[in-house]
């Protein structure tokens, strides 16, 4: 309601600047498409803020895409407003006191004050009643949050350093990856149905952020969590790891598309499809799979170091392993070398990086490792 009174007053400069941030957003998009790999230039990093649907005030940065947002905002506002009204309270009477009571001579002494037990039983029974309030009300909103209904659809989320990996258990073959390469689509989910997921990581704590829906939560090895909402709006939403997991962490980020319920289907199959394109040639193929798999995540096309060693100019060298042995990565030596590499990265690992690469093997077809290796040969 603060909010909505400095709307008020300020409305015309309120939605400039949401105009202007719309189109830095858009820029910024379009900059990120061609930027090199490695890091991300600024306007890149700004272009991750976009927020492709529209808030449902202009002074609101988020829109209220989930059925959880409304009461999150509700009771988020209620609790400002309670301690903007408290604030003015306390501080306007310690002003108010301040002069009421201020010396009048030098001399004066202050009165005897012991205490007031109507005052102290107030100051401490109304804020407790308020705090019980806002438990209650927080409570049956958490409640809300940790009780999946039995009819929502079950998504697998899996987080590593610095990716997450999106399976649905009720779409066999379906696997979407973040990557930071547009479109960025890292989940789709149809609107109006509940979905439920199912959270681990592979590495160290993750934690699943859609501010959009306002909810996140853990993603911990050793363990899975749960967490659900029902998006109620049709649009791409940012998604960010929320717990900070490594150098790259401030990357480990998505979009979660939500589409019609029935177009759900079709577009998870476009988006998840792994097949070569009529007329595409390997190499391109791979080159997809690179991106659409997130491959990219840890291995540059550029010769910059990333988690893994980069792909450039991979095919012909000789790289030597962690156990002290090398390799010339060429012939039929070195695409067994790469395909086990992919299938079971620890096998040989390449001296000065960690045996941190998750297995392959069951997640990429035999066609899928054919088309990666001719598109590493393409990298020179
Ligand atoms: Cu993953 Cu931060």
New binding site residues.
Partial sequence: MILNLLMMMAPEAAGKAAEGAGKAAEAAGNAAASAAPGMPSAEAIQGLHKFPVEAPHSWATLPQASTFAEGVDTLYLFIVALSVFFFVLVMGAMFWFMHKYRRLSPDQKTSSITHNGKIEFLWSAIPAVLLVVIFIWGEIDFVKQTAPPSDAIDIRVT?Q??SWTVEYPDYPGKILTSNNVEPRVTMIVPKGRPIRLTMTSRDVI??FYIPAFRVKRDVVPGRYTNMWFEPTQVGEFNLF??????DQ?SR?TGIVKVVEPELFEDILADYAKLEPNEGESMADFGGRIYSIRGCNACHSTDGSAKVGPSWKGLWGKTESLADGSSITVDGADGENYLKESILDPNAKVVSGFAPQMPPYAGQLSDQHIEALIAYIKTLK
């Fill in positions: 987080g350093k610095w993750h934690s790891c929320a717990e900070y997991c490594g962490h480990m």
